[in-house]
């Protein structure tokens, strides 16, 4: 499944096969971050070499770190340099300053309708035979 | 009071009292005529109530047929002096005053995303092409729940804002509580920034207007202090479905000889449609917050139809209330379905139920008044189309079982005779058909004075052969309409709520299985009714046989008009056609261009729609959701150990285990989203890594 020779050792074959999954791990981040051009390649190197990384596989073997150490590296490198134009490190402002107002209901007849109905009944024969009902 | 107010006062007083005289004078008559038809000439109790009904019937259609005619004739002029965009004349297209400042508010709940920032990217276009973007701030307002949708809305005012540059222009809200839904959504920002703005204007989610047209929308209320609310007749656009299709093709048609029919007797007492008009700020504020109704159930509580309310409560603070009829370049798009149009309804029905609470409050002027009762009426003219039909079909049935009364119980020479009067009965249906398609007919005229040739419509025989096909169309569903708005007022009344689902705006289409499912009981209450009737008054089955076609026939008629394929194939033909797909505006040419963009790179597998995956896995995703989210305090012990748990739920059996709340719960908290996002990216197992998208899990 990995794709090695058949002649590696098999702790290797392991290695080797921990190392791609750190390294993409890695590099999959990276591109996600959209990055300018060799920031995130610069980035991915250093993280890697961070954890402990071996650049000469062959002579000690891989020295391979876990994705979790692979990507434990890189959030701290990511923290110390805070490369331009990354997101998160501050607050974006997606509304203006606020500029508070008050908006309160004015008085409604707030009563169930019938006893409304009647009470405007009431209110429009008042209205209407005020002045017979004066005499 | 201004002299002008004056004047326009005492004009609508007149041209109402006009239409009350036209309204009235044929009912008594039509009335008249009805009981000579029954056979008792209306004397048994049953005969009572069907007048009764028959009269609120024939005068809520007289209504409508009188203020087309008022519209058709109010078209005919040349010049309307009460027609608000009198005062544009000569003006360019710029806005004088700095202080006139404009918001425009963008109310979304759980919407298409990308047809958002693609409505909002024409509009604001259109209006940097006017040269007077620099008096318009927008503002996209969230109400939305669904944890995937708000992140892409993120992600959407994110890219909207670097590709135009438009921080500081255009901005971002996401509210918590979606406390007494739109209306509160609108509220909450005239709280927070209402007083930095003179004016707003509020859009829905599908709502398109022309930067011209929104430029003299503010010079109109700039030049007429008076008007508190003005608002525009949109045209519905951009469907694709039969009954979409044929919906625009009448909103064209008629839409406009309406409006001006509307306007001809409301004038400054007009209503206020919730989207696509500008209010003035500062006396919203002032008089126009909604208050709770009291009380339980589905008549208490949030006011849903807000916008009559709100209309009414502007005029009761002094504002004028404007339909600018004339105004085109105001767009919405219309339910593509019949089942999302009676999804709306539902609500619809239930708003304009609750103004019966309002209807004898003080103040309101008797205007609004009569537009609560319209809005009423609405959804109760179904209520008693079927009262009337139940009854008339009860009355044919009883007909035939019941002796007839030759004596009644005065002394009288000559036993009465039962007379049928079938000319009278067909006089009847004629001026009810008269009332009903005469405007359609005016429609038409109107269309023709204005091109010959008819050319916006694909000729004067495509005009013609579009109005009937939509008579026909609209005929064959108005029953359908009538017994589910029967069915919604009932479970009003009988205490059943409506919650707030989200509305369709694609062109999708109805399954069969879905259309079933909404429509079996219409369809068995259709083949009943028509067989009780055909087997007892086989003559009356006639009568009603048009009812009982469209109810046997709700299910494919559901299925069939919610076919885009159907839509185009009258497109091809020429019928349904509509000025604005002859001849395209800018602002709908530039939508369909943005609409087919495509989306953004992302070198995670995971689609646009998966909004909670990407706030968790997606960098920079993340990283914009938590700087978005507001300055977070860290909660109760207890609570901070429940989201403690979600996180490792989610770790434990990934994100399809969390439900839409629990996600919800984490977006809403940017130390454990920190920490989820942290801990994702440090799974060891591919599998486990896999289901947040970061790697594909491999083959053994």
Not at chain 2, 17 to 42: D, E, H, K, Y
Not at chain 2, 174 to 180: G, H, I, L, V
Not at chain 2, 507 to 513: H, Y
Not at chain 2, 579 to 593: F, H, S
Request: proline residues 6%; aromatic residues 12%; contains cysteine.
């Amino acid at each position: 499944m990995t794709g090695l020779p058949k002649n590696i050792p098999a702790d290797t074959h392991q290695e080797r096969a921990a190392w791609r999954t750190s390294r993409d791990r890695v590099l999959l981040y990276l591109r996600g971050l959209d990055l300018p051009p060799f920031e995130d390649l610069d980035l991915a190197a250093a993280s890697l070499r961070a954890c402990g990384a071996c650049e000469e596989p062959a002579a000690e073997g891989l020295g391979s770190p876990s994705p979790a150490e692979a990507m434990e590296s890189l959030f701290n490198l990511l923290e110390e340099q805070r490369p331009e134009g990354l997101l998160g490190m501050r607050r974006i402002p997606s509304c203006p300053s606020l500029n508070r107002g008050v908006m309160v209901a004015e008085p409604m007849d707030r009563v169930p309708w019938k006893t409304a109905f009647v009470r405007w009944m009431r209110r429009w024969r008042r209205e209407l035979f005020a002045r017979e009902g004066a005499r | 009071m201004t002299a002008f107010e004056l004047d326009w006062s005492r004009s609508a007083g007149r041209r109402r009292l006009l239409l009350i005289f036209l309204v009235l004078a044929p009912t008594f008559i039509a009335c008249g005529t009805m009981a000579s038809i029954l056979p008792s000439r209306g004397g048994s109790p049953l005969e009572i109530v069907l007048l009764a009904v028959f009269a609120v019937l024939f005068a809520w259609i007289s209504v409508g047929f009188w203020t087309a005619l008022m519209g058709f004739f109010l078209l005919l002029q040349r010049r309307n002096r009460y027609s608000v965009s009198n005062v544009c004349e000569g003006l360019g297209f710029s806005i004088e005053n700095p202080h006139a400042r404009t918001a425009v508010l963008i109310p979304i709940y759980n919407e298409d995303v990308k047809r958002v920032f693609a409505g909002l990217k024409t509009v604001y276009d259109s209006l940097a092409a006017t040269g007077s973007l620099d008096r318009f701030d927008f503002f996209v307002l969230s109400d939305t729940t669904d944890p995937d949708v708000w992140v892409q809305e993120e992600e959407g005012w994110h890219r909207f804002c670097t590709e135009q540059d438009a921080f500081g222009r255009v901005f971002y809200r996401k509210r918590r509580s979606n406390a007494k839904r739109k209306s509160g959504n609108v509220a909450d920002f005239c709280r927070r920034w209402g007083k930095n703005y003179r004016y707003m204007i509020v859009f829905d989610a599908d709502s398109i207007m022309a930067g011209r047209t929104m430029v003299r929308m503010v010079q109109m209320m700039e030049a007429r202090p008076d008007i508190g609310i003005l608002q525009t007749p949109p045209a519905g656009v951009n469907r694709e479905t039969l009954l979409a299709r044929a919906q625009q093709f009448a909103n064209r048609v008629y839409g406009p000889m309406f409006a001006a029919g509307l306007h001809f007797w409301q004038l400054g007492d007009a209503q206020y449609w919730g989207h696509n008009a500008i209010i003035r700020v500062e006396p919203f504020i002032r008089h126009c917050e909604l208050p709770r109704l009291p009380g339980k159930g589905p008549l208490g509580g949030d006011i849903l139809s807000h916008d009559f309310v709100e209309s009414a409560l502007m005029r009761r603070a002094g504002y004028g209330v404007w339909l600018a009829y004339d105004l085109d370049g105001s767009y919405e798009e219309t339910p593509p379905t019949l089942l999302d149009e009676l999804k709306r309804d539902r609500r619809w029905c239930q708003g304009n139920l609750q103004h019966l609470r309002l209807i004898f409050s003080r103040g309101f002027f008797p205007a609004h008044r009569a537009l609560f009762l319209n809005g009423i009426l609405s959804y109760g003219s179904a209520l008693l189309w079927l009262a009337f039909l139940l009854i008339s079909s009860a009355q044919a049935v009883a007909e035939v079982y019941l002796e007839p009364v030759y004596f009644l119980d005065t002394k009288t020479l000559f036993p009465q005779w039962p007379v049928w009067r079938p000319h009278w009965a067909l006089a009847l249906l004629g001026s009810t058909a008269v009332l009903l398609f005469l405007p359609k007919f005016f429609s038409y005229a109107l269309a023709l004075l204005r091109d010959p040739a008819a050319r916006l419509y694909g000729g004067r025989l495509r005009l013609a052969c579009g109005i009937l096909l939509e008579v026909a169309l609209s005929t064959l569903l108005a029953p359908v309409r009538m017994l589910h708005h029967s069915v919604f007022i009932l479970s009003t009344i009988l205490g059943k709520n409506v919650g707030w689902p989200t509305q369709s705006r694609d062109d999708r289409g109805t399954p069969w299985a879905d259309a079933v499912d909404v429509h079996w009981w219409g369809t068995i209450l259709g083949i009943l009714w028509g067989a009780l009737v055909y087997l007892t008054n086989p003559s009356f089955f006639w009568w009603i046989s048009p009812i009982i076609l469209s109810l046997v026939l709700s299910i494919p008629l559901s299925v069939l008009t919610s076919r885009a394929s159907l839509g185009k194939a009258f497109r091809r033909a020429g019928f349904f056609t509509t000025p604005e797909e002859t001849e395209p505006p800018l602002e709908l040419r530039e939508l369909a261009k943005t609409l087919q963009e495509e989306a953004p790179y992302s070198p995670l597998p995971l689609s646009p729609r998966q909004g909670f995956l990407r706030a968790v896995t997606d960098p920079c995703v993340h990283a914009l959701h938590t700087s978005l989210l507001l300055r977070y305090k860290k909660g109760a012990p207890a609570r901070e150990e429940a989201r403690q748990a979600l996180v490792e739920k989610a770790l434990r059996s990934g994100p399809d285990s969390l439900s839409s709340k629990e996600k919800m719960t984490l977006l809403n908290d940017p130390f454990h989203l920190a920490e989820l996002h942290r801990r994702v990216w440090e799974l060891e197992d591919d599998k486990q890594a896999a289901r947040w998208g970061l790697s594909q899990p491999s083959v053994d």
